[in-house]
């Protein structure tokens, strides 16, 4: 690694939430140059930034092996690093700007000097492996398709959160915030990404496809939801037709299919709602509090990391907005196995063979 340092700048403030969290086994390795090469860390980004994720990052490194490179402002990150005894341990990028939560799209775009467009610029010319932030989650969209492009044949990108379901396996919900107001062709590919994500990580052999709709029979929704319905019948992959919220977290199928808007308040409905409910079992004491820790360390971001930002030429993880240094540490280790697997390559080439339009 041997990124740019620049001198002390102050630190930024703002960033804003990302997506939800990403379960899975660990991807075998099939790329080797992925296992040197660092993941870049955006330093400045979340809530707790820069402090928490530095501390995430010292950790992926020592405790799992993942080399690490932290982007932001150098003088800032380096006073994190010498707190948490890391001082020369981990290598930092300069990067004088940073991206706050209210900059969402082409505002985030503009700033050339932030620590989203300096990672995203290690990704792309091959200084890094991959790339994790907790910022916000618009922002990181925008800066990487501006700074690393999509995929052939991708129109637009999609967040994939694997929840854990009742059935014992994950759900991948997809998407579950990154496209806002996709076409039916943006929708029908999203299915395509989503299956192939749960074939190459959660080792589902044929995975079955729903689509998030008011009702499962046949032509109920939207206009939008029913025009996705049409192209994703003669779409090559399982579909199993219309699923309801009440399946999200059932098993009922291996990949629900939404809008990121949709599909973003359906996973802040189900972080809410499981937190909501293992309280009120703790507050009548149905359940002993080691049974519901296993349960909430299921959903936890902790467990998970991130979400995986599909459709792109290169591998992002996008955490929580409010990520602590264990969300952190996770989600980079999350990266460096996507990264190692060549997920993102093979994605690819699923897409060109089908790509969905």
């Given amino acids: 690694m ?5 001198p002390e700048q102050d630190p930024g403030q703002d960033a804003a939430p990302g997506a939800g969290p ?3 086994p660990r991807i075998p390795a099939r790329d080797p140059d992925a296992t040197s090469r660092p993941v870049v860390v955006d330093a400045m980004g979340g809530d707790h930034g820069p402090a928490e994720i530095v501390r995430g990052a010292v950790e992926a490194w020592r405790e799992h092996g993942v080399p690490v490179v932290l982007v932001g402002r150098a003088g800032v990150v380096r006073e994190e690093l010498a707190r948490a005894g890391a001082a020369g341990e981990i290598d930092v990028a300069h990067a004088a700007d940073v991206v706050p939560m209210t900059e969402r799209g082409a505002g985030a775009v503009r700033k050339v000097c932030s620590s989203l467009a300096v990672g995203f610029d290690l990704v792309r ?3 890094g492996a991959a790339f994790v932030s907790a ?3 618009g922002a990181v969209v925008a800066c990487a398709v501006d700074r690393l492009g999509t995929a052939p044949a991708v129109l637009r990108p999609a967040l994939a959160v694997a929840l854990p ?9 997809i998407d579950a915030g990154a496209t806002m107001d996709p076409t039916p062709e943006m929708i029908a590919q999203f299915a395509l990404l989503g299956a192939s994500y749960a074939q190459l990580v959660l080792d589902v052999a044929d995975p079955r496809v729903g689509l998030l709709s008011i009702g499962a029979e046949p032509g109920k929704g939207n206009r939008l939801s029913r025009q996705a319905e049409t192209l994703l019948r003669g779409m090559p992959l ?7 919220g009440g399946d999200v977290l059932t098993g009922a199928v291996d990949v629900i299919v939404t809008d990121g808007f949709t599909g973003n308040i359906v996973l802040k409905n189900v972080e809410g709602t499981v937190r909501a409910t293992l309280a009120l079992a703790a507050a009548e004491g149905v359940a002993g509090s080691a049974g519901l820790g296993r349960v909430a360390r299921r959903y936890a971001p902790e467990t998970h990391g991130g979400a995986a930002l599909l459709g792109l030429a290169r591998t992002v993880v996008v955490a929580h907005g409010s990520s602590r240094a264990a969300t952190i540490t996770r989600a980079c280790v999350v990266a460096r196995d996507l990264a190692e697997g060549e997920v993102v390559a093979r994605l690819g080439d699923r897409l060109a063979i089908h790509p969905g339009r």
Avoid: I, K, M, Y
Avoid at 2 to 6: A, F, I, L, R
Avoid at 165 to 173: E, K, M, P, S
Avoid at 238 to 244: M, P, Y
């Fill in 165 to 173: 379901t009742t059935a014992g396996g994950a759900t991948v919900l």
């Fill in 22 to 24: 990403v379960p899975g």
């Fill in 125 to 127: 010319d091959g200084a």
């Fill in 238 to 244: 399982r579909f199993h037709g219309n699923v309801e």
């Fill in 2 to 6: 041997d990124p740019e340092q620049d």
């Fill in 135 to 137: 910022g916000s989650t």
